[in-house]
């Protein structure tokens, strides 16, 4: 009797010691997907605890602040799997309400029922409760009424379902779509949204306009991520891609913006294995228009300034600023600081974001792979809106380029108190 008792108490030692392990990999399971979600980028306000909220969000209605996600009684401690299934994947509040679809329910109806279970285990078990109360919107009454969104998701939030990959397709490329299409929620970003807001294209089947860019936000476009070649992902390899998913940084270009933030908080956490399964997706994108045509290198520009003629609007004060980082040839230097020559962002018809980094700044994150903080300098300070105007235009046609002109007024809509100008007169040219 007695070795029986033993045996019976070791056993269920041992399943205790089992069923830990499995919550333990579960939550660490939970902990990669969190991260492929990027649910701390949203979920954090600056300077504020991981998953807390708070952080603003400004729409056209108003500013929305996010919510505290923490497993504290102010967060979602005390919501079931149930409940949480329900916000997550059909934005519907523990109250019955509607979210507002600044949280991309319609992205994450695709997320797996398994998955949804690990994100869950997560949340309630890997992640330090927060005592923080949610903040109120910002938005003005009527506006800020729940009740409108109920009739919006209904709309156009698709039904919450199991993923279920494409017949025939390349398992790589039906990862890809997994986390591009759900988790990744990249299309919250990069696919240009209706008047009412939703999102033109959930996936490819949608339409042309799955990820073909976004209208600026913040003062950012999400560029085009499908298979142009002028702003798209055209003449990106996917060797390129992953490296730039990986780092931020690649021959092509560099991150800015919010982009950033999925870089440092996101994708440097990913594995080889699905980094290439996104890049491999996308690569499979068509092009959006089709009189698109692959950057062709004109090297008239930089004979021109190597030969010391700098008589093209512009072309001084990119001597001047600009050309000991990017090179008078538009090559810049290879993942430090990125190439202009075929730089898909300098070609999109809409040149908010280059406007904005030229008077704003900016940083490439350091990451595990490239562990070294890139930083642009402001230059709103010191050059005016004209000249800011003249740059920009030189940068957008040359070497090959194909951008459109901007005006200076293009550049004064987009001022801020912090990017004014604190030397000289608006239309001097101080720097050349």
């Given at each position: 009797?007695?070795?029986?008792?033993?045996?019976?108490?070791?056993?269920?030692?041992?399943?205790?010691?089992?069923?830990?392990?499995?919550?333990?990999?579960?939550v660490?399971?939970?902990?990669y997907?969190?991260r492929?979600?990027?649910?701390?980028?949203?979920?954090?306000a600056?300077?504020?605890k991981?998953?807390?909220g708070?952080?603003?969000?400004?729409?056209?209605?108003?500013?929305?602040?996010?919510t505290?996600?923490?497993?504290?009684?102010s967060?979602?401690g005390h919501?079931?799997?149930?409940?949480?299934?329900?916000?997550?994947?059909?934005?519907?509040?523990?109250?019955?309400?509607?979210?507002?679809?600044a949280?991309?329910?319609?992205?994450?109806?695709?997320?797996?029922?398994e998955?949804?279970?690990?994100?869950?285990?997560?949340?309630m078990?890997?992640?330090?409760?927060?005592?923080?109360?949610?903040?109120?919107?910002?938005?003005p009454?009527?506006?800020?009424?729940?009740?409108?969104?109920?009739?919006?998701?209904?709309?156009?939030?698709?039904?919450?379902?199991?993923?279920?990959?494409?017949?025939?397709t390349?398992?790589?490329?039906?990862?890809?779509a997994?986390l591009?299409?759900?988790?990744?929620?990249?299309?919250?970003?990069?696919?240009?949204?209706?008047?009412?807001?939703?999102?033109?294209?959930?996936?490819p089947?949608?339409?042309?306009?799955?990820?073909?860019?976004?209208?600026?936000?913040?003062?950012?476009?999400?560029?085009?991520?499908?298979?142009?070649?002028?702003?798209?992902?055209?003449?990106?390899?996917?060797?390129?891609?992953?490296q730039?998913?990986?780092?931020?940084?690649?021959?092509?270009?560099?991150?800015?913006?919010?982009?950033?933030?999925?870089?440092?908080?996101?994708?440097?956490?990913?594995?080889?294995?699905?980094?290439?399964?996104i890049?491999?997706?996308?690569?499979?994108?068509?092009?959006?228009?089709?009189d698109?045509?692959?950057?062709?290198?004109?090297?008239?520009?930089?004979?021109?300034?190597?030969?010391?003629?700098d008589?093209?609007?512009?072309?001084?004060?990119?001597?001047?600023?600009?050309?000991?980082?990017?090179?008078?040839?538009?090559?810049?230097?290879?993942?430090?600081?990125?190439?202009?020559?075929?730089?898909?962002?300098?070609?999109?018809?809409?040149?908010?974001?280059?406007?904005?980094?030229?008077?704003a700044?900016?940083s490439?994150?350091?990451?595990?792979a490239?562990?070294s903080t890139?930083?642009?300098?402001?230059?709103?300070?010191?050059?005016s809106?004209?000249?800011?105007?003249?740059?920009?235009?030189?940068i957008?046609?040359?070497?090959?380029n194909?951008?459109?002109?901007?005006?200076?007024?293009?550049?004064?809509?987009?001022r801020?108190?912090?990017?004014?100008?604190?030397?000289?007169?608006?239309?001097?040219?101080a720097?050349?």
């Amino acid at each position: 009797m007695k070795r029986l008792l033993i045996a019976a108490l070791l056993l269920g030692a041992g399943a205790t010691a089992q069923a830990a392990e499995t919550d333990a990999a579960l939550v660490k399971r939970g902990e990669y997907l969190a991260r492929a979600g990027d649910c701390v980028a949203c979920h954090t306000a600056k300077g504020g605890k991981p998953f807390a909220g708070g952080l603003a969000m400004p729409t056209p209605i108003g500013t929305v602040y996010s919510t505290n996600i923490t497993p504290d009684a102010s967060g979602i401690g005390h919501y079931s799997f149930e409940a949480f299934d329900q916000a997550v994947r059909k934005g519907i509040r523990e109250d019955g309400s509607t979210l507002y679809p600044a949280m991309p329910y319609p992205s994450y109806a695709r997320v797996t029922d398994e998955d949804m279970q690990a994100l869950y285990a997560y949340f309630m078990k890997g992640v330090e409760p927060v005592a923080k109360p949610n903040r109120a919107t910002d938005i003005p009454w009527p506006l800020s009424m729940r009740w409108p969104l109920a009739i919006w998701r209904g709309l156009f939030a698709p039904e919450a379902k199991a993923w279920v990959a494409p017949a025939n397709t390349d398992p790589v490329v039906s990862r890809g779509a997994y986390l591009v299409e759900g988790l990744g929620h990249c299309g919250a970003c990069h696919t240009p949204r209706a008047l009412t807001m939703q999102e033109k294209a959930l996936d490819p089947q949608d339409g042309e306009q799955f990820l073909a860019g976004s209208a600026p936000l913040e003062g950012w476009i999400a560029k085009n991520l499908r298979g142009d070649h002028k702003d798209g992902l055209g003449n990106w390899s996917e060797e390129q891609l992953v490296q730039f998913l990986k780092t931020g940084r690649s021959e092509r270009s560099a991150v800015f913006g919010g982009m950033g933030d999925v870089v440092e908080h996101s994708l440097q956490y990913l594995t080889d294995a699905d980094l290439t399964a996104i890049a491999r997706y996308l690569k499979t994108l068509p092009p959006s228009r089709a009189d698109d045509a692959p950057h062709v290198y004109d090297k008239q520009v930089a004979d021109a300034l190597w030969k010391g003629d700098d008589s093209q609007p512009g072309a001084s004060i990119y001597i001047d600023n600009c050309a000991a980082c990017h090179r008078t040839d538009g090559h810049g230097y290879t993942r430090f600081f990125p190439a202009l020559a075929g730089n898909p962002v300098l070609q999109t018809q809409d040149p908010t974001s280059l406007i904005h980094v030229v008077l704003a700044g900016g940083s490439v994150p350091a990451t595990h792979a490239a562990p070294s903080t890139i930083s642009m300098p402001a230059f709103g300070w010191r050059l005016s809106d004209q000249e800011v105007a003249e740059v920009v235009s030189f940068i957008r046609s040359s070497w090959g380029n194909h951008g459109a002109a901007v005006t200076a007024a293009d550049v004064a809509r987009l001022r801020t108190p912090e990017t004014a100008r604190t030397a000289g007169s608006d239309t001097g040219n101080a720097n050349r």
